[in-house]
């Protein structure tokens, strides 16, 4: 008997293993994730699932790079537009904000690892988050008229805390944020522009 035919319409087996154990991991984390029931999700068996990943581990790793090279792409897009500074920082705000809403799994990972000091999240977080960071700080750091005492990291991982809680708060949302859009870029205006000079 051949092997069964490949629907093309369908994503890959890998891209799709990443797909369904991101929300198993964000809901169970690392420990508590069943390589039996992600494999279900796309519809094969566990060693099926093993061809592809031979640990959880591995499929962890690819899961977090997955959604943090997502989060580059996005940003990259917003840091490679042609205007003024505060033009460029409303993109890049307004491409953190659409990126959280597109990937719905990215805050409780990311906030899981936050919490959890054991399993192999941590140093996976930073070696993904870190020369993220950086490379937003360089961004920012390059803006005209910067005061130089400004402080840059603290201001961004206000500005990134503030937008992941939002996107994971649910039915709280309204009642933490008030109705309407998020105003994550009129905060990231009042952190990071160059006063307004007096009239």
């Given at each position: 008997m051949g092997r069964p035919r490949l629907d093309p319409t369908q994503a890959p087996t890998r891209a799709r293993l990443i797909e369904a154990a991101a929300g198993v991991f964000a809901r169970d984390g690392?420990?508590?994730?069943?390589?039996?029931?992600?494999?279900?999700?796309?519809?094969?068996?566990?060693?099926?699932?093993?061809?592809?990943?031979?640990?959880?581990?591995?499929?962890?790793?690819?899961?977090?790079?997955?959604?943090?090279?997502?989060?580059?792409a996005a940003l990259q897009q917003a840091f490679a537009l042609e205007g003024g500074f505060?033009?460029?920082?409303?993109?890049?705000?307004?491409?953190?904000?659409?990126?959280?809403?597109?990937?719905p799994t990215f805050g409780p990972l990311l906030l899981r690892e936050l919490l959890d000091d054991e399993g192999p999240g941590q140093d996976l977080i930073r070696q993904e988050l870190l020369p993220l960071l950086d490379t937003v700080e360089a961004?920012?750091?390059?803006?005209?008229?910067?005061?130089p005492e400004t402080p840059i990291r603290d201001s961004l991982l206000a500005i990134a805390?503030?937008?992941?809680?939002?996107?994971?708060?649910?039915?709280?949302?309204?009642?933490?944020?008030?109705?309407?859009?998020?105003?994550?870029?009129?905060?990231?205006?009042s952190l990071l522009l160059p006063p307004e000079p007096p009239s």
């Amino acid at each position: 008997m051949g092997r069964p035919r490949l629907d093309p319409t369908q994503a890959p087996t890998r891209a799709r293993l990443i797909e369904a154990a991101a929300g198993v991991f964000a809901r169970d984390g690392f420990a508590g994730a069943a390589l039996a029931e992600i494999a279900a999700q796309v519809g094969i068996r566990r060693p099926s699932l093993l061809y592809h990943f031979a640990t959880k581990e591995e499929l962890y790793a690819a899961v977090i790079h997955d959604v943090f090279g997502r989060l580059d792409a996005a940003l990259q897009q917003a840091f490679a537009l042609e205007g003024g500074f505060s033009l460029r920082l409303e993109a890049v705000t307004r491409g953190y904000l659409r990126f959280l809403e597109q990937e719905p799994t990215f805050g409780p990972l990311l906030l899981r690892e936050l919490l959890d000091d054991e399993g192999p999240g941590q140093d996976l977080i930073r070696q993904e988050l870190l020369p993220l960071l950086d490379t937003v700080e360089a961004f920012f750091r390059s803006a005209p008229g910067l005061r130089p005492e400004t402080p840059i990291r603290d201001s961004l991982l206000a500005i990134a805390a503030s937008g992941l809680l939002r996107s994971i708060s649910g039915g709280l949302r309204e009642s933490l944020w008030g109705p309407g859009p998020s105003r994550l870029p009129s905060l990231a205006a009042s952190l990071l522009l160059p006063p307004e000079p007096p009239s």
